[in-house]
C-alpha cells in the first residue's frame, strides 16, 4: 500500500547537496490522460520537496504546471521532424546542465529521441511512460516507436501495454513498471458535485427533462466507437434514452459530420447530441444513468472506465486492453465485444433496467474499486517509487529492484507441519 509518506521519502533517496531535480518531456499540455498524468506527478514532487521542471510545446494547462510550483519550458518537442529533433537534443541537453537535472523523464516518442541522446555525457538518468500501444507495421515506424522502450525504466500504465512492449521491443521485464493511471476521488465522488453544476449543464446541453440520459465521453475520433454507440441506441426503440456524446472533433469535421449523418440516418434526431468540451466531468457523469466506453480498438488504458465508477455510474465498455483491468465485469460494469452494436445495447438496456438496490449495490462496489485501486495518489506515489530507484542507483551505483521483482523464496518446512499434525 503506497501512502503520502513513501512520496515524501524521494529527497532521501538523493544525496543531501541538494533537492533532485526531475525533467518531465510531453508534446504538449493538453486534454488527455498523458498530460494529467504529467501534471499530477509535477505537484507531487514540489510536495516531496524536488524541483520540477516539464518541458512541452505549450498547450490551455501551463497554468496548472505554474500553479503547482513547477517550472515549464517551452520547446519544440511536439515535432516529429528528423531535423527539429536533432536540434532538441542540444537543446534539452543544455537545460539539463544548467539546472543540473537529476532524471529525465520522456512521455512520448518524439522528444524520448532527444531525451535520449540529450542525456549522453550528462549524470542524468532517462525514463519513459508508454502511454498506449502504438501501430508497428513496418521496421521503419517499429524503430521510430522504440524511443519509448530505452529508458532505464519504462512506466506501462497498464500490463496490457506491459505486454504489448515485451512482445515488440528488446527491453528486460525488470526494467518495466506497471502504474494504473489514477482518479482523484476527492473530485470524482457523487458527494462533491453541487446540484447547481447539474442544473448548469443540463440547461447548456438542452437535455429534455426526465429524459434517461447514455453518455459517452471521449474525443470524436473513429475508432473511439461513436458509430457504433448510434447503431446501438438506435436497437435500443426507447424514445426515453437521450444519447450525450462530450468531446471535441480537434479538427476532425468530416467525421464530425459523419457521425451526425449517423444520427439522423438512424431516427435519432432529437435523441442523440454531440455537446462538444466539457470541463465539469464530475457533474457530467452524475447526469448520466449508463457510460458507455465504446472503442473499437484496445486502450492502452482508459480515464473513462475509473471515472465513471469513481462517481458509482453504470459503466458499459468494450472487453479489450485497459478496460479489462480496470472493469469487474458483472460486478462494477459491462464488457462487451468490441465493434458489436447488438452486444453494446443488450448491455446498456441491461444497465438501464437495473433495480434500485442492484443499482446501489453496483455503485458501491465500483466505488471501492477505484479507491483500492486506480487512485491518483496512488499513481504519483508509485512514479515517485520510480524516481527514487534512480535516484538510489546514481549516487550509489547499486542497483535495487523493488521486492515485488525479487524472485519467491520457498521455505520448505516439514519437521513444523509434523509436529503440527501430531
Avoid at 505537484?43 to 501551463?62: D, N
Avoid at 528488446?170 to 489514477?182: A, K, L, Q, T
Avoid at 478496460?323 to 443488450?346: F, K, R, S, Y
Avoid at 491518483?376 to 524516481?387: G, P
Amino acid at each position: 500500500m503506497h501512502t503520502k509518506a513513501d512520496a515524501k521519502g524521494l529527497g532521501n533517496a538523493a544525496s543531501t547537496r541538494k533537492p533532485p531535480v526531475v525533467m518531465q518531456i510531453i508534446p504538449a499540455l493538453g486534454a488527455g490522460g498523458a498530460e494529467q498524468g504529467c501534471i499530477d506527478v509535477a505537484a507531487e514532487l514540489v510536495k516531496s520537496g524536488a524541483k520540477s521542471i516539464v518541458v512541452s510545446h505549450g498547450g490551455h494547462r501551463i497554468p496548472e504546471i505554474l500553479r503547482g510550483g513547477s517550472t515549464h519550458i517551452n520547446l519544440p518537442v511536439h515535432s516529429k521532424n528528423p531535423f527539429v529533433l536533432w536540434r532538441n537534443v542540444g537543446r534539452l541537453r543544455k537545460l539539463i546542465r544548467e539546472h543540473d537535472v537529476d532524471i529525465v523523464h520522456a512521455r512520448s516518442r518524439a522528444p524520448a529521441w532527444s531525451a535520449w541522446k540529450a542525456v549522453e555525457n550528462t549524470k542524468a538518468r532517462f525514463m519513459t511512460t508508454c502511454h498506449a500501444p502504438f501501430n508497428i507495421s513496418g521496421s521503419a515506424k517499429k524503430f521510430y516507436n522504440s524511443s519509448i522502450a530505452r529508458g532505464e525504466r519504462v512506466i506501462a500504465i497498464s500490463n496490457y501495454v506491459r505486454e504489448y512492449l515485451l512482445k515488440n521491443y528488446e527491453i528486460e521485464d525488470r526494467n518495466i513498471r506497471v502504474i494504473h493511471r489514477g482518479v482523484a476521488v476527492e473530485k470524482f465522488h457523487p458527494g462533491a458535485v453541487a446540484p447547481t453544476h447539474l442544473i448548469k449543464l443540463s440547461n447548456e446541453w438542452r437535455l429534455p427533462d426526465g429524459c434517461t440520459i447514455v453518455m459517452m465521453p471521449g474525443r470524436l475520433t473513429r475508432w473511439k466507437g461513436h458509430l457504433v454507440l448510434i447503431d446501438a441506441m438506435a436497437k435500443l426503440k426507447r424514445d426515453d434514452v437521450f444519447c450525450v456524446m462530450i468531446g471535441d472533433d480537434q479538427g476532425r469535421s468530416e467525421y464530425r459530420a459523419e457521425v451526425e449523418a449517423a444520427i439522423k440516418e438512424k431516427g435519432l434526431e432529437g435523441r442523440a447530441r454531440i455537446v462538444g468540451h466539457c470541463s465539469d466531468m464530475p457533474a457530467a457523469y452524475m447526469l448520466a444513468n449508463v457510460v458507455v466506453s465504446a472503442s473499437t480498438d484496445p486502450e492502452g488504458f482508459g480515464r473513462i472506465p475509473i471515472e465513471a465508477q469513481a462517481m458509482g455510474r453504470p459503466i458499459v465498455a468494450t472487453n479489450h486492453g485497459g478496460a479489462m483491468e480496470t472493469i469487474i465485469a458483472g460486478e462494477t460494469g459491462w464488457l462487451v465485444e468490441p465493434g458489436n452494436a447488438d452486444a453494446l445495447a443488450a448491455a446498456i438496456e441491461e444497465a438501464l433496467t437495473l433495480d434500485p438496490e442492484r443499482r446501489s449495490i453496483m455503485a458501491t462496489h465500483a466505488m471501492m474499486h477505484i479507491a483500492d485501486n486506480f487512485t491518483r495518489s496512488r499513481m504519483v506515489d508509485e512514479t515517485m517509487d520510480v524516481y527514487a530507484e534512480l535516484l538510489r542507483e546514481k549516487f550509489t551505483g547499486v542497483r535495487v529492484d523493488p521486492p515485488q521483482l525479487a524472485p519467491p523464496v520457498i521455505i520448505v518446512e516439514e519437521e513444523p507441519l509434523k509436529a503440527a499434525a501430531e
